[in-house]
């Protein structure tokens, strides 16, 4: 298994401004993505994350509002811009094992913007 | 597109009962099956994986998968109140990006 360690775990944000999520894994994987959750719905896609060049984005997802980094085979960043009350959600990290079979999860960052 | 369908439920049972969780796909290409398990505020957490037709048993647990009909199901025996959860059912394919359905709210009454 992997062990991801997400951070923050919550945070207040004004609107307007953005928020960058880390997300850090114990071990090298080769898959990462990055999920939305809105209260009461499943998962979500926003993206995967490639190493070393640009993340693939989901329909209805873009760049310009979900930048994502990815500088290597450990680390991840997702950063929500220009905030509004519509992006508050949990964001959750997932990378799928070495068997790439299981899929992990971070511990999720909730995000409320006011 | 792939898609997963769950009932959202919720479904209810008694304490000591099974729980049936049913779950249905469209991709028959699909390779993985998983049930996670999501408490409210909460990350989802793996609790069973299958990958070839029949049953498998962990525990309480019983994942049962017939490709055949695209269906997979999670069975819960003696079922507790700090089983009720959300349960998501997951299937993964080749390249493997995890493809969720909604989930099913799962409520154990004492």
């Known amino acids: 298994s992997a062990v991801i360690s997400q951070k923050p775990s919550r945070d207040i944000c004004q609107r307007g401004t953005s928020l960058t999520i880390q997300c850090q894994v114990d071990?090298?994987?080769?898959?990462m993505f990055w999920y939305r959750q809105q209260p009461g719905q499943s998962l979500t896609l926003i993206a995967t994350a490639n190493q070393g060049s640009e993340a693939t984005y989901e329909s209805g997802f873009v760049i310009d509002k979900f930048p994502i980094s990815r500088p290597n085979l450990t680390f991840s960043t997702l950063t929500v811009s220009n905030m509004s009350p519509e992006d508050s959600s949990i964001y959750l990290c997932?990378?799928?094992?070495?068997?790439?079979?299981?899929?992990?999860f971070g511990q999720g960052t909730r995000l409320t913007v006011v | 597109q792939k898609e997963v369908e769950q009932n959202s439920g919720p479904l209810s049972v008694p304490e000591g009962a099974i729980a049936s969780l049913n779950c249905t796909y469209s991709d028959r290409g699909s390779q993985s099956f998983f049930w996670y398990r999501q408490y409210s505020g909460k990350s989802p957490e793996l609790i069973m994986s299958i990958y070839s037709n029949g049953d498998k048993e962990d525990g309480r647990f019983t994942a049962q998968l017939n490709k055949a009909s695209q269906y997979v199901s999670l069975l819960i025996r003696d079922s507790q109140p700090s089983d009720s959860a959300t349960y998501l059912c997951?299937?993964?394919?080749?390249?493997?990006?995890?493809?969720f359905g909604r989930g099913t709210s799962l409520i154990v009454h004492p």
């Open positions: 997951v299937i993964g394919g080749g390249s493997y990006i995890p493809t």
């Open positions: 997932s990378v799928v094992g070495q068997s790439n079979t299981e899929a992990f």
């Open positions: 071990s090298q994987v080769t898959m």
